[in-house]
């Protein structure tokens, strides 16, 4: 193995690799800041054109455009409070009331200086601990994804601590709107009202813009300073030192870069996991492991650098079981795994053998489109922060409305969707007013499908004992999970009554 990497690092220190590595992540980055246009979009996009090219360098450029995709999404997620792609989710927590309070630039950097350390440690765990991760992958059956669904659902106890009752509301509210459309396992029509583009459930992405951007439109409208009025004037003076500041504050903390790629590798090996659940599981991780989580929320620093940390470690988690067992980790993924197999590679033991040189030299490729993200996103993503924040409101708001109408509208080419995003949006306002939020809501559409799957298939494939529903009990990974998710519960809470306990102290201080 060691002969293979040393040859793939002189192979991508080559001057056709690095650009096709540099023009893959400028591509990516691009594709990932438009609402609507996720990896797996982007990918698909370029499939057509590595048919004409050789094997290395299209999965080259693919790997290159996936990490710049994944990247990507924060910026929309920072700037506007829109993710570009589902699994900026968490970003948006933090990252735009950082942009509220004038530090944006801040929230750029860090997310670039943890996206590219994430993406290194993914990779690291690709060529180091691929075939013994993919083995214990295996392991997971119906029962373990619906405990993980579960343990996702849990955070919510950390989204919505000030009420932990009106954060289960939200939940719940998304794990209704999951069963919108045909059920994924009987085939059921449920909930479409008689109307057949319903029958397709409801996008995830539809629900991501309407949710998290038409709120943030209508407070512009109705309050042009909520978007910080002091940020322009604040950027300028601070932004010969912003940049080594912020690198040095992520940097100091390398606990929660360590903690939140591993949790990106590990779930982004999981197929059918990857980044929407990874970023939630370590902003979830990263709060309930801080000394301050009542900052989080508020324009945490770390709130912006754990998500985005664990996006960067996925990639090279999704393709841990792609190249060993040919099990694509994310739809991405998948667009891959064509690629390889029109090149006549099957994943397997045989690809590290008798492909050994292509396999590590694209493996080491997606390594060096982490670290290409610095200087590309040090460069065009502050310049990008700059432009938005010298934008006036009135000029703002048209070009959100115009990305999220493309937005939605690119999901399925149906007009239909462009009108439920408005519809959805509009409640997530209202819902937003008596305090159930729209991070909590989104959160159950993402997990709903997966612990409906989850629960379904598990009952199905225990009929044959006499009470199915004890296999959810008796497996030992989901013991496991099980009780991660009452401590983590339990953690959470007891943090929130400790907090609540400091404030009251303090009060009764202030009163004296």
Same mark, same amino acid.
């Given at each position: 193995?060691?002969?293979?990497?040393?040859?793939?690092?002189?192979?991508?220190?080559?001057?056709?690799?690095?650009?096709? $590595?540099?023009?893959?992540?400028?591509?990516?980055?691009?594709?990932?800041?438009?609402?609507?246009?996720? #990896?797996?979009?982007?990918?698909?996009?370029?499939?057509?054109?590595?048919?004409?090219?050789?094997?290395?360098?299209?999965?080259?450029?693919?790997?290159?455009?996936?990490?710049?995709?994944?990247?990507?999404?924060?910026?929309?997620? $920072?700037?506007?409070?829109?993710?570009?792609?589902?699994?900026?989710? #968490?970003?948006?927590?933090?990252?735009?009331?950082?942009?509220?309070?004038?530090?944006?630039?801040?929230?750029?950097?860090?997310?670039?200086?943890?996206?590219?350390?994430?993406?290194?440690?993914?990779?690291?765990?690709?060529?180091?601990?691929?075939?013994?991760?993919?083995?214990?992958?295996?392991?997971?059956?119906?029962?373990?994804?619906?405990?993980?669904?579960?343990?996702?659902?849990?955070?919510?106890?950390?989204?919505?601590?000030?009420?932990?009752?009106?954060?289960?509301?939200?939940?719940?509210?998304?794990?209704?709107?999951?069963?919108?459309?045909?059920?994924?396992?009987?085939?059921?029509?449920?909930?479409?009202?008689?109307?057949?583009?319903?029958?397709?459930?409801?996008?995830?992405?539809?629900?991501?813009?309407?949710?998290?951007?038409?709120?943030?439109?209508?407070?512009?409208?109705?309050?042009?300073?909520?978007?910080?009025?002091?940020?322009?004037?604040?950027?300028?003076?601070?932004?010969?030192?912003?940049?080594?500041?912020?690198?040095?504050?992520?940097?100091?903390?390398?606990?929660?870069?360590?903690?939140?790629?591993?949790?990106?590798?590990?779930?982004?090996?999981?197929?059918?996991?990857?980044?929407?659940?990874?970023?939630?599981?370590?902003?979830?991780?990263?709060?309930?492991?801080?000394?301050?989580?009542?900052?989080?929320?508020?324009?945490?620093?770390?709130?912006?650098?754990?998500?985005?940390?664990?996006?960067?470690?996925?990639?090279?988690?999704?393709?841990?079981?792609?190249?060993?067992?040919?099990?694509?980790?994310?739809?991405?993924?998948?667009?891959?795994?064509?690629?390889?197999?029109?090149?006549?590679?099957?994943?397997? #033991?045989?690809?590290?053998?008798?492909?050994?040189?292509?396999?590590?030299?694209?493996?080491?490729?997606?390594?060096?489109?982490?670290?290409?993200?610095?200087?590309?996103?040090?460069? #065009?993503?502050?310049?990008?922060?700059?432009?938005?924040?010298?934008?006036?409101?009135?000029?703002?708001?048209?070009? $959100?409305?115009?990305?999220?109408?493309?937005?939605?509208?690119?999901?399925?080419?149906?007009?239909?969707?462009?009108?439920?995003?408005?519809?959805?949006?509009?409640?997530?306002?209202?819902?937003?007013?008596?305090?159930?939020?729209?991070?909590?809501?989104?959160?159950?559409?993402?997990?709903?499908?997966?612990?409906?799957?989850?629960?379904?298939?598990?009952?199905?494939?225990?009929?044959?004992?006499?009470?199915?529903?004890?296999?959810?009990?008796?497996?030992?990974?989901?013991?496991? $999970?099980?009780?991660?998710?009452?401590?983590?519960?339990?953690?959470?809470?007891?943090?929130?009554?400790?907090?609540?306990?400091?404030?009251?102290?303090?009060?009764?201080?202030?009163?004296?």
């Amino acid at each position: 193995m060691l002969e293979f990497l040393a040859e793939a690092f002189v192979q991508n220190l080559s001057p056709s690799l690095l650009l096709l $590595i540099f023009l893959g992540v400028l591509g990516g980055m691009a594709m990932g800041a438009i609402p609507g246009i996720s #990896a797996t979009v982007g990918l698909a996009l370029l499939l057509p054109v590595t048919f004409t090219m050789d094997p290395l360098n299209g999965l080259v450029l693919l790997g290159a455009v996936y990490m710049g995709a994944i990247y990507g999404g924060s910026f929309t997620a $920072i700037l506007v409070n829109v993710p570009g792609t589902p699994s900026s989710i #968490a970003t948006t927590f933090d990252g735009y009331p950082m942009t509220q309070q004038g530090r944006s630039e801040e929230a750029v950097v860090g997310v670039t200086v943890a996206s590219a350390v994430g993406g290194v440690i993914g990779v690291l765990g690709l060529i180091f601990l691929a075939p013994p991760l993919a083995n214990f992958v295996l392991n997971f059956g119906p029962q373990e994804y619906f405990w993980l669904g579960i343990f996702g659902l849990a955070m919510i106890a950390s989204l919505a601590a000030d009420s932990l009752v009106k954060g289960l509301i939200g939940g719940s509210l998304g794990l209704l709107i999951a069963t919108v459309g045909i059920s994924p396992v009987g085939g059921e029509v449920r909930f479409d009202f008689g109307l057949t583009f319903l029958q397709g459930g409801i996008p995830l992405i539809v629900a991501l813009i309407g949710f998290f951007t038409i709120p943030v439109i209508i407070d512009l409208i109705t309050d042009p300073a909520s978007r910080g009025g002091e940020m322009i004037e604040e950027g300028a003076g601070r932004r010969s030192s912003v940049l080594v500041s912020t690198v040095r504050d992520v940097l100091s903390r390398p606990l929660n870069l360590l903690r939140s790629s591993v949790i990106g590798t590990f779930v982004g090996a999981l197929p059918g996991a990857g980044g929407n659940i990874a970023n939630l599981i370590a902003y979830s991780e990263a709060r309930r492991a801080s000394r301050n989580p009542e900052r989080y929320g508020k324009g945490e620093v770390d709130g912006v650098v754990a998500p985005e940390s664990a996006n960067g470690a996925v990639v090279g988690g999704g393709l841990i079981p792609l190249l060993t067992l040919g099990i694509p980790g994310a739809p991405p993924d998948a667009v891959i795994y064509g690629v390889l197999l029109l090149h006549g590679l099957r994943p397997g #033991a045989d690809l590290f053998v008798a492909q050994g040189s292509l396999t590590f030299t694209f493996m080491v490729s997606v390594a060096m489109a982490a670290v290409m993200l610095i200087p590309v996103g040090l460069i #065009a993503g502050r310049a990008l922060q700059r432009a938005v924040v010298g934008t006036p409101t009135r000029y703002i708001v048209p070009g $959100i409305v115009l990305l999220t109408i493309i937005g939605s509208y690119a999901v399925r080419n149906n007009v239909a969707d462009v009108a439920l995003m408005f519809l959805l949006g509009l409640a997530g306002y209202g819902l937003r007013s008596v305090g159930i939020v729209p991070p909590t809501i989104v959160l159950g559409i993402v997990l709903g499908v997966i612990v409906e799957e989850g629960l379904v298939q598990g009952l199905l494939a225990s009929s044959g004992l006499a009470a199915p529903w004890t296999s959810f009990f008796t497996r030992p990974i989901s013991l496991v $999970i099980i009780v991660l998710t009452l401590v983590g519960v339990a953690l959470v809470l007891w943090a929130d009554r400790r907090a609540r306990r400091r404030d009251g102290q303090e009060g009764g201080e202030t009163a004296e």
